[in-house]
């Protein structure tokens, strides 16, 4: 119909912008903090009747932490509540100073590591997921009480009014290591144990379920028992993130219990090698002493270590040398945060450490931002077939991305090049997603793609970008006559 008419090609340099409404859409993106990013809170469940031996270190452990952080006490019952403050005053801490909060909750141990919450960022919110706590697969005796300690998840997030997911898995926290970006550590004799009973035929299924419920993308496994640690070998005694880039990794030596080349030698040789091949700096900790003490031979293992907000506290072997030595490489790799060593021989020779016995409570601010959308197309206007590249400019780092050309196209890519193989007008929609939300930007009949005999010239350098909080439109001008 323009045959022998003059046509103006309209050369366009404009930047279109327009505004965004919020959605949240698709499977829930998750983020489990590292235990490095800063805390709310530390949370303990006090030494019952049959733990006593553990109270003096517990008394020293509350001190330092409600110092510097508010450290939340489970006490099964008054009682408790009673030797539990003798406990704190004992170990120099004046009650009316300390940032304590009790919580009449019963419950069953003294390792909350273990049972307590696993705290996830979940679209914009934390809650809590509550995995299954079966006293470490029977491992300690069939006799032990657990009914209690399952429960506990439920109880904290009644207290804090944050949601609580089941997930019916038996597992424990102590056996996950985060690094609060993309990876987790976990030994596999733990989880994949048939004394859990999760029935998983190999890795690759148990990975399924790790990556739907803590978002990661990497699972990192260490494989095998540790000796005398009737946990199955829990990772927090082999492999531990100081970032999220570098993970310290236990090493055995000819001064420590294991030896070079022995079988838990290997379950950490082994580790640091899919750590390293999977990118991460590693750092190797020398077992340099071999402890006695209650009967028992063990290595000076200071990789159970508990950290907060100002504060890290190393477990005591009361071997000054080996004590001193790691004090001085938590602070290098700690830097402005104040390293404590408590001893607490009690407690390692019955199963852990300051790691074990505490339960950090990530904060607020770890929920981040949620992502705002923008995307930008190279060009707008062909004939089919019409390829255009789409870019994200989305702020706040999305992990996810959700696009619809309009055309019944989709595409998960960040920056995709779609096709269009037919005529039409095209709205097209971007989803950008991270834990800490969502964004959704529509554009309205953004791509045309008309008839042959229709098409309108355009000159190419025109970028379009949509998604910014005002808008701005600079009018095309004639600039050519065609006859």
């Given at each position: 119909?323009?045959?022998?008419?003059?046509?103006?090609?309209?050369?366009l340099?404009?930047?279109?912008?327009?505004?965004?409404?919020?959605a949240?859409l698709?499977?829930?993106v998750?983020?489990v903090?590292?235990?490095?990013?800063?805390q709310?809170?530390?949370?303990?469940?006090?030494?019952?009747?049959?733990?006593?031996?553990?109270?003096?270190?517990?008394?020293?452990?509350?001190?330092?932490?409600a110092?510097?952080?508010?450290?939340?006490?489970?006490?099964?019952?008054?009682?408790?509540?009673?030797?539990?403050?003798?406990?704190?005053?004992?170990a120099?801490?004046?009650?009316?100073?300390?940032?304590?909060?009790?919580?009449?909750?019963?419950?069953?141990?003294?390792?909350?590591?273990?049972?307590?919450?696993?705290?996830?960022?979940q679209d914009?919110?934390?809650?809590?997921?509550?995995?299954?706590?079966?006293a470490?697969?029977?491992?300690?005796?069939?006799?032990?009480?657990?009914?209690?300690?399952?429960a506990?998840?439920?109880?904290?997030?009644?207290?804090l009014?944050?949601?609580?997911?089941?997930?019916n898995?038996v597992?424990?926290?102590g056996?996950?290591e985060?690094?609060?970006v993309?990876?987790?550590i976990?030994?596999?004799?733990?989880i994949?144990?048939?004394?859990?009973?999760?029935?998983?035929?190999?890795?690759?299924?148990?990975?399924v379920?790790?990556?739907?419920?803590?978002?990661?993308?990497?699972?990192?496994w260490?494989?095998?028992?540790?000796?005398?640690?009737?946990t199955?070998?829990?990772i927090?005694?082999?492999?531990?993130f100081?970032?999220?880039?570098?993970?310290?990794?236990?090493?055995?030596?000819?001064?420590?219990?294991?030896?070079?080349?022995?079988s838990d030698?290997?379950v950490y040789?082994?580790?640091?090698?899919?750590l390293?091949?999977?990118?991460?700096?590693?750092i190797?900790?020398?077992?340099?002493?071999?402890?006695?003490?209650?009967?028992?031979?063990?290595?000076a293992d200071?990789?159970?270590?508990?950290?907060?907000?100002?504060?890290?506290?190393?477990?005591?072997?009361?071997?000054?040398?080996?004590?001193?030595?790691?004090?001085?490489?938590?602070?290098?790799?700690f830097?402005?945060?104040?390293?404590?060593?408590?001893?607490?021989?009690?407690?390692w020779?019955?199963g852990?450490?300051?790691?074990?016995?505490?339960?950090?409570?990530?904060?607020?601010?770890?929920?981040?931002?949620?992502?705002?959308?923008?995307?930008?197309a190279?060009?707008t206007?062909?004939?089919?077939?019409?390829a255009?590249?789409?870019?994200?400019?989305?702020?706040?780092?999305?992990?996810?991305?959700?696009?619809?050309?309009?055309?019944?196209?989709?595409?998960?890519?960040?920056?995709?090049?779609?096709?269009?193989?037919?005529?039409?007008?095209?709205?097209?929609?971007?989803?950008?997603?991270s834990?800490?939300?969502?964004?959704?930007?529509?554009?309205?009949n953004?791509?045309?793609?008309?008839?042959?005999?229709?098409?309108?010239?355009?000159?190419s350098?025109?970028?379009?970008?949509?998604?910014?909080?005002?808008?701005?439109?600079?009018?095309?001008?004639?600039s050519?006559?065609?006859?």
């Open positions: 119909m323009f045959a022998g008419k003059n046509l103006r090609v309209c050369a340099s404009c930047l279109v912008v327009l505004g965004f409404t919020r949240s698709g499977q829930p998750r983020r903090p590292a235990e490095f990013e800063p709310e809170g530390i949370w303990l469940q006090w030494p019952g009747r049959w733990e006593k031996m553990y109270e003096p270190a517990y008394g020293q452990i509350t001190n330092v932490i110092q510097h952080d508010t450290v939340h006490i489970l006490h099964a019952s008054p009682k408790i509540r009673g030797e539990a403050e003798d406990a704190i005053t004992d120099g801490g004046n009650l009316a100073e300390l940032d304590i909060v009790w919580h009449a909750i019963a419950n069953d141990n003294a390792w909350m590591r273990d049972n307590g919450p696993v705290y996830v960022v914009g919110g934390m809650r809590i997921q509550n995995w299954e706590f079966d470490w697969g029977g491992a300690f005796g069939n006799n032990i009480p657990y009914a209690n300690d399952n506990v998840p439920i109880e904290v997030g009644t207290v009014g944050m949601p609580v997911d089941p997930v898995i597992h424990e926290r056996n996950l985060f690094n609060g993309d990876t987790v976990l030994n596999w004799n733990v994949g144990n048939p004394n859990r009973g999760n029935g998983y035929a190999n890795k690759a299924a148990a990975e379920d790790l990556k739907n419920w803590f978002g990661v993308s990497k699972v990192i260490a494989d095998g028992p540790i000796t005398g640690d009737d199955g070998g829990h927090d005694g082999i492999a531990r100081i970032d999220a880039n570098r993970v310290v990794v236990g090493n055995c030596t000819v001064n420590g219990a294991c030896q070079p080349g022995d030698d290997q040789d082994g580790v640091a090698a899919e390293a091949a999977a990118g991460f700096e590693v190797r900790m020398d077992f340099d002493a071999a402890i006695t003490y209650g009967g028992y031979t063990f290595d200071y990789l159970n270590w508990g950290v907060g907000d100002g504060w890290v506290i190393l477990v005591g072997f009361n071997n000054p040398a080996t004590d001193n030595a790691a004090k001085a490489q938590l602070e290098a790799w830097p402005g945060r104040t390293v404590y060593v408590i001893e607490m021989l009690e407690s020779i019955n852990g450490g300051v790691h074990c016995h505490t339960n950090d409570q990530p904060a607020a601010s770890t929920i981040g931002t949620a992502p705002t959308t923008a995307f930008s190279d060009a206007s062909g004939s089919a077939p019409f255009v590249q789409f870019t994200d400019l989305s702020s706040e780092d999305p992990s996810i991305w959700e696009w619809d050309f309009g055309d019944t196209g989709t595409s998960t890519n960040q920056s995709p090049v779609h096709t269009y193989s037919a005529n039409g007008t095209y709205t097209v929609t971007l989803t950008a997603r834990a800490s939300g969502a964004d959704t930007e529509v554009h309205a953004l791509i045309n793609v008309p008839e042959p005999t229709a098409i309108l010239q355009l000159a350098g025109c970028l379009y970008v949509w998604g910014l909080s005002v808008r701005r439109r600079k009018p095309c001008e004639p050519a006559e065609l006859g």
